[in-house]
C-alpha cells in the first residue's frame, strides 16, 4: 500500500512541478509581449513591479494553509487548490491585456501555493516514518529534474501562440488534481 501511494505522490508532484516551473518561466515573456502588442511601452521597472504583485499573492494562501490545514485536511486543500489552479491558468488563455493578466496571475499564485504547502505534508505522510527523510529528499531530487526539464521545455514556446503553454499548465494542474483524489486522506486528529 505504501508503494502505490508513493507512486500516486510522484504522480502528482512531478505534473505540478513541471506546469509550474515551466509556466512561471514563460509568463514575464508573455506579459512582455502582450504589452508589445496592444502598443504600450512600460518602463523595464514594469516587470519587476508585476513580479512583486504575483509574490504577495502567496502570502494570504500560506496564513490559509497554516490555520486550516488540520481542520481541513491536506488532502482535501491539495486536490482543491490543484483544481483552482488549473481553472485560473487556463482563464489566462482568454483575457486580453497585461493588467487583468496580471491580476489573474496573483490568482494563480494564490490557489498555487497551497498546493505546494500541501505537498510537504502529504509526501513525507506516504512513506513510514524511518524512510521519511530519504523519501522527502529523493522527491526533492526529482523535483529539481522536472523543474529544470520544464523550463527548458517551455523556453521553447516563448515565441509561439499563449495558447499551448496556457493550456498544457491547465491540463498538467488538473490531471495532477485527479491523482491526488487517490491519495490517502492524512487528516491528524489529536
Not at 113 to 135: C, H, K, Q, W
Amino acid at each position: 500500500s505504501s508503494g502505490i501511494n508513493a507512486e500516486y505522490g510522484i504522480a502528482v508532484i512531478l505534473p505540478v512541478h513541471f506546469g509550474y516551473y515551466g509556466f512561471m518561466l514563460w509568463f514575464p515573456e508573455y506579459l512582455k509581449h502582450q504589452s508589445e502588442s496592444e502598443g504600450t511601452i512600460r518602463p523595464p521597472s514594469y516587470i519587476y513591479t508585476e513580479s512583486f504583485y504575483v509574490s504577495l499573492s502567496a502570502l494570504p494562501p500560506n496564513i490559509f494553509t497554516v490555520f486550516l490545514t488540520d481542520r481541513l485536511g491536506p488532502k482535501r486543500i491539495l486536490s482543491g487548490s490543484l483544481i483552482l489552479s488549473a481553472a485560473s491558468v487556463f482563464l489566462l488563455w482568454r483575457i486580453n491585456g497585461p493588467d487583468m493578466t496580471v491580476i489573474l496571475s496573483c490568482l494563480f499564485n494564490a490557489v498555487t501555493t497551497p498546493v505546494f504547502n500541501m505537498v510537504d505534508v502529504v509526501i513525507p505522510g506516504l512513506y513510514p516514518a524511518e524512510s521519511r527523510g530519504t523519501a522527502f529528499g529523493f522527491h526533492t531530487a526529482l523535483i529539481r529534474v522536472v523543474s529544470i526539464l520544464a523550463t527548458w521545455v517551455f523556453s521553447l514556446f516563448i515565441d509561439s501562440a499563449p495558447a499551448v503553454p496556457i493550456l498544457m499548465t491547465a491540463v498538467l494542474l488538473l490531471s495532477s488534481a485527479v491523482v491526488s483524489i487517490k491519495l490517502p486522506n492524512m487528516t491528524y486528529k489529536h
